[in-house]
């Protein structure tokens, strides 16, 4: 156990940083705007650079750990991030700056390419769903807090302390990593790196998320389509090269097993519905509830708290309760709840506003421990991680389509727009709802059979 422990918390700091580096940087880029002598256009860089390296290496990471080493990819991941920490802090120019962001991707790449599947070799099996509750609740609290945790570093300190303070806890992680992460064994089958397959892979995501993110920040309908096409067109020749191996970089074989594909699609839903809900929230609470950012801060807080809470207890309920049943009642719960925000009166309290937050964390914290479980445990061991690299690109996937809806309703009814994003979000966890509980007509994992199905010997 203390062993156990000292693993966990290992990965727990790695992928916490990874995940909270995807929005620290969103609150301060005015201020680095400024600082910097960039336009506000420019700024936006400093986000697109990091989630763009990201999504390009998640899938090739996570199939080099297959051949290499788990623990090897944690480790070198963290390793960089650390230092492109460092990097990001000490830079004076946009350049250089971005150059970091590039490299600190790359590293939060590698940290949450292979972390759910290190849990599954740090826990026994009859614990999956433990660590998938800690893993979940670290992963839901550093997406929640990112934004009020910068707010609170910039309202004391200059914006290269955003970046600095990685370091001390990097170095930390790095120490537990080295000390306590269990070694995996290797199969020495003569497998080796498509370097190929790595470059269509990050060509077809890559122009895909540009895309995305690009209609978001309104940029050149004719440049959009320009990619779209280009992505289209790539992703269809490196589809049908994927087809014809047997272990492919973009796991055909996984999304074969229907129970799998199914979570993929359920995990695609409810990142979407919470990335609608954060965007929106702030602009809610200040706009039309007129709240300054200290109570902004204190009132979106009651999130992430409970997810604390739940996330832990609904990993220990895997094995007892049908996946499924849990992801489908928690994404019902998150969806009432976000339809409650959405049907706010004119002037709220605060406790009529955190009481609906509190259903959507506990509702998103019951739905995602077990989902994650699922993703994993429905692999074969020697794929874990291609269903690590899966499940993270099918949160990024959803988290920046939500952005992306939320700029589209920004656009088409700005008088509006808040409400209607909470109204879209409750449909997609609605929407995963369905999916889920569609779970329980599909065969699960043997370790996440509930203990009362089990024939008595």
């Known amino acids: 156990m203390p062993r156990r422990l000292g693993a966990i918390l290992a990965v727990a700091f790695g992928v916490g940083l990874a995940v909270i580096d995807g929005a620290i940087a969103n609150v301060a880029l005015p201020t680095l705007s400024a600082e910097l002598g960039i336009s506000s256009a420019d700024s936006v860089w400093i986000v697109n650079a990091y989630q763009a390296a990201i999504v390009v290496s998640l899938l090739p990471l996570a199939a080099l750990g297959?051949?290499?080493?788990?623990?090897?990819?944690?480790?070198?991941?963290?390793?960089?991030?650390?230092?492109?920490?460092?990097?990001?802090?000490?830079?004076?120019?946009?350049?250089?700056?971005?150059?970091?962001?590039?490299?600190?991707?790359?590293?939060?790449?590698?940290?949450t390419s292979v972390n759910t599947t290190l849990i599954r070799i740090i826990y026994p099996r009859a614990q999956l769903g433990r660590g998938m509750g800690i893993n979940a609740t670290v992963v839901a609290v550093a997406s929640v807090a990112g934004p009020t945790l910068a707010a609170a570093i910039l309202s004391t300190a200059p914006w290269p302390w955003l970046f600095?303070?990685?370091?001390?806890?990097?170095?930390?992680?790095?120490?537990?990593?080295?000390?306590?992460?269990?070694?995996?064994?290797?199969?020495a089958?003569?497998?080796?790196?498509?370097?190929?397959?790595?470059?269509?892979?990050?060509?077809?995501?890559?122009?895909?998320?540009?895309?995305?993110?690009?209609?978001?920040?309104?940029?050149?309908?004719?440049?959009?389509?320009?990619?779209?096409?280009?992505s289209a067109?790539?992703?269809?020749?490196?589809?049908?090269?994927?087809?014809?191996?047997?272990?492919?970089?973009?796991?055909?074989?996984?999304l074969r097993i229907p129970i799998f594909s199914v979570s993929i699609l359920t995990s695609v839903?409810?990142?979407?519905?919470?990335?609608?809900?954060?965007?929106?929230?702030?602009?809610?609470?200040?706009?039309?509830?007129?709240?300054?950012?200290?109570?902004?801060?204190?009132?979106?807080?009651?999130?992430?708290?409970?997810?604390?809470?739940?996330?832990?207890?609904?990993?220990?309920?895997?094995?007892?309760?049908?996946?499924?049943?849990?992801?489908?009642?928690?994404?019902?719960?998150?969806?009432?709840?976000?339809?409650a925000l959405a049907l706010l009166p004119g002037v709220p309290s605060a406790?009529?506003?955190?009481?609906?937050?509190?259903?959507?964390?506990?509702?998103?914290a019951l739905f995602q421990s077990p989902n994650n479980?699922?993703?994993?445990?429905?692999?074969?061991?020697?794929?874990?991680?291609?269903?690590?690299?899966?499940?993270?690109?099918?949160?990024?996937?959803?988290?920046?389509?939500?952005?992306?809806?939320?700029?589209?309703?920004?656009?088409i009814a700005p008088a509006h727009s808040t409400h209607t994003a909470l109204a879209v979000a409750a449909a997609c966890a609605a929407a995963g709802a369905v999916v889920s509980f569609s779970r329980l007509s599909l065969a699960l994992p043997e370790a996440l059979v509930p203990r009362s199905k089990h024939p008595r010997t």
């Open 164 to 187: 600095a303070v990685n370091i001390p806890i990097g170095l930390v992680a790095l120490t537990l990593s080295g000390r306590f992460l269990p070694a995996n064994p290797v199969r």
């Open 189 to 230: 089958d003569g497998r080796r790196f498509d370097w190929r397959d790595a470059l269509l892979n990050a060509l077809t995501f890559g122009l895909l998320i540009a895309s995305i993110e690009g209609f978001s920040h309104d940029l050149d309908p004719a440049a959009i389509a320009a990619m779209l096409a280009a």
């Open 233 to 254: 067109c790539i992703g269809l020749f490196f589809v049908r090269s994927q087809l014809r191996k047997p272990r492919p970089l973009l796991p055909f074989d996984l």
């Open 66 to 111: 297959e051949m290499i080493g788990y623990r090897k990819i944690y480790v070198a991941g963290l390793a960089l991030f650390t230092a492109a920490s460092a990097a990001c802090a000490l830079a004076g120019t946009l350049p250089a700056l971005l150059a970091a962001r590039i490299a600190q991707g790359l590293g939060a790449a590698a940290v």
């Open 373 to 411: 479980s699922v993703l994993i445990a429905s692999a074969p061991p020697a794929r874990s991680g291609s269903a690590s690299g899966m499940l993270a690109t099918a949160r990024l996937l959803g988290q920046t389509s939500g952005a992306a809806l939320m700029a589209l309703l920004f656009r």
């Open 269 to 339: 839903c409810s990142y979407t519905a919470q990335m609608l809900a954060m965007v929106a929230l702030p602009f809610f609470l200040q706009h039309e509830c007129g709240c300054d950012e200290v109570r902004m801060g204190l009132i979106l807080t009651a999130w992430p708290a409970v997810i604390m809470i739940a996330a832990p207890t609904a990993g220990m309920l895997v094995g007892r309760v049908h996946a499924g049943v849990l992801g489908g009642a928690g994404l019902a719960a998150m969806a009432a709840g976000l339809a």
């Open 351 to 364: 406790a009529d506003i955190v009481w609906r937050l509190m259903l959507c964390g506990t509702g998103f």
